[in-house]
């Protein structure tokens, strides 16, 4: 697929990698339209870059049916939707400190599933109805993670990713006979605001572990988002970008 002209959506797209995702798009030619839950994100984003965005809760089924039929209606179904959207509430299953035991949280079970499966879910599905509605060819790129394979501390946030990869490959069989290809990206640990929460002795001990030496950039993985939507035989699989480690 060539990006001139083309219809981007990104979820999740107001900071991090969904900003990069949607600055390079542009830059490509392409036009880019982000979803975000902070609402300061948005106007940073149009204010600096010129792209426009919306306040939409991925979580919320009427929600999400709401802004695709809004957005094709306005500008025609998405030839892209970028997954982006994801958040980590991490904690061990069980842990005892002392006398003391406790459980995994269900809260943070649930916050995590709600945006990082239930949101991609449905917004592949909203995207991809209005793709085959209107006989569009269009790719979706799923964002997964190397947690994908199980991390300490993250039973939810391992979870939701090894599902959205399943997921993905479901998707690229069954949405290959309307000539909607699906792929998926599972980044290693990558300089984003999210890493940066990470405790220095700890993020010290991960880069240690990591084969490239270093963290990678949120331009490297955008040039896979890239050649996955560019790339018109790549459907139903997974590109691991993680610098050659393995959790």
């Known amino acids: 697929m060539d990006l001139a002209g083309k219809n981007v959506v990104i979820t999740g797209g107001g900071r991090g990698m969904g900003r990069k995702f949607a600055v390079d798009m542009k830059n490509a030619g392409a036009n880019p339209f982000v979803v975000d839950v902070i609402q300061e994100n948005l106007d940073a984003l149009k204010a600096e870059t010129g792209i426009d965005g919306k306040i939409l809760d991925v979580t919320k089924e009427s929600e999400v049916e709401a802004f695709f039929n809004s957005y094709s209606a306005d500008h025609g179904a998405a030839d892209i939707l970028i997954n982006n959207a994801g958040i980590t509430a991490d904690a061990l299953f069980i842990r005892k400190k002392g006398d003391d035991i406790t459980k995994f949280p269900m809260s943070n079970w649930e916050k995590v599933i709600n945006v990082n499966l239930t949101g991609v879910f449905l917004c592949a599905r909203e995207a991809a109805y209005h793709m085959v509605k209107s006989d569009k060819k269009g790719v979706i790129v799923n964002i997964s993670s190397i947690s994908r394979a199980g991390n300490l501390g993250q039973t939810n946030y391992s979870a939701t990713k090894s599902a959205v990869d399943s997921m993905t490959v479901t998707w690229g069989k ?67 970008v993680d610098g050659g480690m393995r959790i």
């Open 174 to 240: 069954e949405l290959s006979r309307y000539g909607i290809r699906v792929g998926a990206i599972a980044p290693g640990y990558i300089n984003t605001e999210m890493v940066a929460k990470i405790r220095q002795d700890v993020l010290d001990k991960i880069i240690q572990q990591i084969p490239a030496g270093r963290l990678g950039e949120m331009e490297e993985i955008s040039k896979a988002v890239k050649f996955i939507v560019e790339n018109d035989f790549f459907t139903g699989r997974v590109i691991e």
